[in-house]
């Protein structure tokens, strides 16, 4: 494989490749340059393996038709893997194949190292030559083909010390524990919404190691199998099954767990919609509510406080945090049970 | 008049008034329960003098027909003033008939106090018996009617010493300045989007008093004589007119402004959809983005901040706050500019 050659002008957001409409960014972009001939600034060349399809968007493809097909199609329109129904992209895993000057400092990326890209395939620029295979059942496309991080582009290094599909799905929720680890404090009470899934029982994680033993930690959660996996980490005081859209239900649920206590902290992890009234109801007065739910709304959750005259701080989730990629992985080498259930689970 | 007789089992946040879906909470309910023959604990009965329609509801009723109409047609159906189209309601004037034990304590209200409401008509019952006006410039109605508040529901007393209609433009923002009080550091660089709207100035208002006189304060406004209005205020460092939407012309515009230094907190005050990458790029590492604007987008918040890889803290903006009321009636008192302009314009 030859060497690029390297232009100047590369903005660390991506600008510089934005074809369509001309001067915005990547991500709300209908097209991006994928031509590859040629790099700029800033930006690292990567060899393509595994598009890691976001659900919703997989999902969308095979009720249209062929995935396979229809991935080559938006791939060839837009310059991206950005499915124009669901807006959603996705991450991918690939090798380093040539690093541009112009990267931040200190950052210590070498040629040939195994990568998943931490940002989302809707803003990253991808050429496909070839798919190999499509594997649904993981919503994983495995594909011969080439792909340019910005400088500004999250990417998380593979870690040699366990399986890569495991690595994939902590760093697919990367974001969660670390959020948790600032909200949090000793002794607080804190509840998940959704706490056995993949996010959730992160969220738990994170809240019992940083609320330590007189935190009281309550999971949440409707799915039998779910909320058992749960109970067999042994990480909540309480663990109770309700339905997250019955507002008035979560919060004597809460309370019942708690002995009365309103939350510190709620996290809402429960991908279904109108969730955001009882979490807003188990938080005490001047309590926090994080909402890494992709399915919230913003007027349902504004609206809720006010409505209900909760002075409370509600956040909308930021899947990026410094060093959440190594503080996902890490838990996973010190906790091994989650480890466990997660290998079973996803690996 | 005569008194109310008093029935057991009031629920503070009025769930024993919900009809349909029963045991639900009051907003999301299709219809709640507006017989006043008989009160609840900790009810307060209101003779309706004025209702303050939200705009956007207002003007989806222009255009469907007769807002007098549809309005009776509303609060006979649902039993409160909750657009079914626009979901959203609005806020009432009135005055104090009777005061059901059970209230919070020392509240201090009494019979024949005016007051506002505070938490949304979407979620008040109301009974009307009669249209008196309807006022399309303002989308006020006046009524002959009843409405009850819950014991949680927010309410404001109308001040003596300024005009009603200054009062109540001031109270419908009541939540921004005292999150602004909250967020702000003394000698930090403040950024408001829609700066020369009402919420708007009120932010740049408490910016400029929180932050101190060596804060840097911006005001970006797309309006020019919204942005004339704020100049003419002297408590901003730059005020700059850009398009919201724009995000890399709102980063440019808001270096540009501040020597290089990019915000610790951003308010987001501007009613149009696409605003959140713009809020987000000209936030620094680890500060603030608030949004106020109702037009935001949750997904459009999270996976920017992601796409950008800025590790900012996102809030959804919560329009109610303790004290919000005294807090935004006193800014009138001690900023006679403020005022003036509020009485210009809303008066």
Not at 168 to 176: E, F, K, M, N, T
Not at 245 to 264: H, Q
Not at 298 to 322: Q, R, S, Y
Not at 327 to 346: K, S, V
Request: with cysteine.
């Amino acid at each position: 494989m030859d060497e690029r050659p390297i232009a100047p002008g590369g903005d660390p957001y991506g600008i510089h490749r934005v074809k369509e409409p001309l001067g915005g960014l990547p991500q709300p972009a209908w097209r991006v340059d994928n031509g590859f001939s040629r790099l700029f600034e800033g930006e690292v060349l990567l060899g393509v393996e595994t598009l890691n399809i976001d659900a919703a968007s997989f999902t969308q493809m095979e009720k249209e038709g062929d995935p396979a097909h229809i991935v080559l199609r938006t791939v060839a329109d837009r310059g991206k893997q950005h499915n124009p129904i669901t807006g959603s992209g996705g991450m991918l895993l690939g090798r380093v194949l040539q690093i541009a000057p112009g990267r931040p400092a200190g950052e210590g990326l070498a040629v040939g190292d195994r990568v998943a890209t931490l940002v989302s395939l809707s803003l990253t620029p991808l050429r496909i030559d070839r798919i190999k295979a499509v594997r649904p059942a993981s919503a994983q496309v495995d594909v011969d083909g080439e792909a340019v991080l910005f400088a500004s582009g999250a990417y998380a290094r593979l870690p040699k010390d366990m399986p890569e599909r495991l690595a994939l799905a902590a760093l697919d929720v990367a974001g969660a524990a670390p959020q948790v680890a600032r909200l949090v404090k000793p002794g607080a009470v804190v509840v998940v919404l959704g706490a056995g899934g993949k996010s959730g029982i992160l969220c738990i994680a994170e809240a019992r190691r940083t609320g330590g033993p007189g935190a009281c930690i309550v999971g949440l959660e409707a799915n039998p199998r779910a909320a058992d996996d749960l109970r067999g980490l042994r990480l909540c005081d309480a663990v109770a099954a309700v339905d997250a859209r019955d507002p008035v239900a979560v919060r004597k649920t809460v309370l019942a767990a708690t002995a009365g206590r309103e939350a510190d902290v709620v996290f809402s992890c429960v991908n279904v919609p109108d969730a955001e009234l009882g979490a807003i109801l188990a938080t005490r007065d001047r309590g926090i509510v994080y909402f890494f739910a992709m399915s919230t709304s913003f007027t349902k959750a504004a609206l809720g406080a006010e409505g209900v005259g909760k002075d409370v701080d509600l956040f909308v989730g930021n899947g990026f945090a410094h060093g959440h990629a190594d503080h996902t992985l890490a838990m996973l080498r010190d906790m091994p049970a989650i480890r466990a259930l997660f290998e079973r689970r996803y690996g």
